[in-house]
């Protein structure tokens, strides 16, 4: 049996016992993935849902093919948004079907390196990156002397200016990100002296956001992050949400005693939602109704010119910030895991009305062979 694409096109994955043994080896690896919604239902005591909502929802994803074998995900956000929709997509069906099949997964430690991304995409407005280091050799070719490097970028700073230096292949949820204030050549000596250990980091101009994103905590880059699907030469929005940080942390993820802290306020249509909610759905704040988002069309147009441009990915996560003359930076984009649970808790089902026409693909048997796991194919 010859396989093409798809998790099961390793040479050594041949025969059907393989994909089952592949496929167990790769559900332990995601085993707290997949206990994400089970041990939040059983720290808020949610409640079950009932058997005819259980059957909607294996009818519904049965259609496709996909075993939905623990209901904890549709309880968890049927209690958090109080929407009841069969389309909520469990965590593991997004990272293990969804993306395997848009992303070339061949082609994403490139990509996904921030030092790479303004050469991939220059069109894309990013800030203003002051120096790269790339395999422990600061970028423009030859290793320049310490004092040399600190005084070049110095002398392209503002007097009293805020720097991000940040680690480009391992900054997932803010991890490795550092924010400096520099008034001086001794602050940025010092700045960089931190980072002698780290082979790979870029140094970022600080971007002063947009009142509009600042007001949800003024300590923290605030991030508007949004899916895109192409699909032939058409581009959609499938989602958007800004993340915003904690007070007193620096980027929009954070971590306190090993728990991931963020805040997250829904976006349809360019317009804020009136609820800021926690990493655990909670409410922390109304907020006004109908706050538009200053740059949000600039922002969209960008994502649609650009994603034509990238053909390995058919699914990806941007993070926009706006800047204080309403222009959109772009910080990042995602393509691996573009992210589930806080946007579905912010809007609801994930992919809306596009969920049928995603998982289409799914409609060829072959396809169900290739990229749904053995122990979440109906059988």
């Not at 706006?322 to 806080?342: A, M, R, Y």
Request: hydrophobic content about 35%; charged content about 30%; some cysteine.
């Amino acid at each position: 049996m010859e396989l093409i694409r798809g998790r099961y096109s390793q040479k050594w994955i041949n025969c059907p016992e393989d994909k089952r043994d592949y496929d167990i080896m790769r559900r332990g690896f995601m085993w707290h993935r997949e206990r994400l919604a089970m041990d939040y239902c059983n720290m808020y005591h949610v409640p079950d849902i009932s058997d005819k909502e259980k059957k909607e929802i294996a009818d519904y994803w049965g259609q496709f093919g996909i075993l939905i074998y623990d209901f904890s995900w549709h309880r968890m956000f049927y209690s958090v948004t109080g929407i009841h929709d069969p389309r909520f997509v469990p965590d593991l069906v997004a990272g293990l079907v969804l993306y395997d099949y848009y992303n070339d997964k061949l082609y994403e430690n490139t990509w996904r390196d921030k030092n790479m991304f303004d050469r991939l995409l220059p069109e894309v407005p990013q800030p203003r990156t002051l120096c790269k280091r790339i395999r422990g050799r600061f970028c423009g070719g030859n290793q320049l002397e310490r004092g040399k490097l600190v005084s070049q970028i110095f002398s392209s700073l503002k007097e009293d200016s805020f720097i991000i230096i940040k680690n480009t292949r391992s900054t997932g949820f803010g991890r490795g990100v550092r924010k400096y204030h520099i008034k001086n050549e001794k602050d940025l000596t010092m700045a960089i002296e931190e980072w002698k250990d780290c082979e790979n980091y870029i140094v970022q101009e600080f971007i002063e956001q947009h009142q509009s994103l600042a007001q949800f905590n003024e300590s923290s880059s605030n991030m508007i992050r949004v899916c895109s699907w192409r699909h032939g030469e058409d581009v959609d929005i499938l989602y958007a949400a800004v993340r915003a940080g904690i007070p007193g942390a620096v980027t929009d993820v954070s971590f306190v005693n090993g728990i991931e802290q963020v805040r997250i306020v829904g976006i349809k249509d360019g317009v804020f939602a009136d609820k800021m909610l926690d990493q655990d759905g909670r409410l922390v704040k109304e907020l006004p109704h109908g706050m538009d988002i200053p740059g949000w069309w600039k922002i969209v147009k960008i994502i649609k010119d650009n994603h034509l441009l990238v053909d390995n990915f058919d699914i990806i996560g941007w993070d926009f910030t706006i800047d204080k003359s309403e222009n959109p930076v772009c910080f990042e984009w995602n393509v691996q895991w573009p992210g589930t649970v806080l946007y579905q808790y912010a809007n609801g089902p994930l992919y809306g009305n596009n969920t049928e026409r995603l998982f289409s693909f799914l409609d060829d048997k072959n396809n169900r062979d290739n990229y749904i796991p053995y122990y979440m194919r109906n059988k």
